[in-house]
């Protein structure tokens, strides 16, 4: 599952990416997103694109085809709203 598959509410661990831009994933691991960090959807834009991130205690927007590189497992369903 990718970040990109996840709902408003929803809370999932890091597990790895996919392969690909290798400077584009050391930006990701900059931004503090590595393997074993909780990301919880605070929002997603009407249109699908951004998401609104919270992780490791500061809110982050990414673009739709950024987080579809980053690998997840859903930890909690979240309320949706």
Do not use: C, W
């Amino acid at each position: 599952m990718t970040l990109d598959q996840l709902k408003k509410g929803q809370i999932a661990e890091i597990t790895g990416y996919k392969l690909g831009n290798a400077a584009y994933r050391a930006k990701l691991l900059a931004l503090g997103m590595t393997r074993g960090v909780k990301v919880k959807i605070i929002n997603v834009a009407p249109l699908g694109d951004p998401f609104e991130l919270a992780v490791r205690g500061f809110h982050l927007s990414l673009r739709r085809d950024e987080v579809s590189v980053i690998k997840v497992n859903l930890i909690e369903k979240g309320s949706g709203k």
